[in-house]
């Protein structure tokens, strides 16, 4: 019976705690698409002024 107690606490930390780890890794992964993301405008800009001879 302890046993069931202490499991059912801990439950909702647990799940806490894999919710916030899996929004850390959402996050990580905006961030990182925001970033090559960038990195291929800024290549796609240059590019374009290379074209037009700016």
Do not use: Y
């Not at 059912?8 to 925001?34: D, E, N, S, Y």
Request: net charge positive; aromatic share 4%; proline share 2%.
């Amino acid at each position: 019976m302890i046993r069931m107690m202490m499991a059912t606490i801990g439950a909702p930390a647990t799940t806490r705690g894999m919710r916030a780890r899996r929004q850390v890794l959402m996050l990580r992964k905006v961030v990182g698409f925001a970033i090559v993301a960038s990195g291929f405008a800024v290549i796609a800009e240059q590019a374009l002024q290379h074209a037009l001879g700016a």
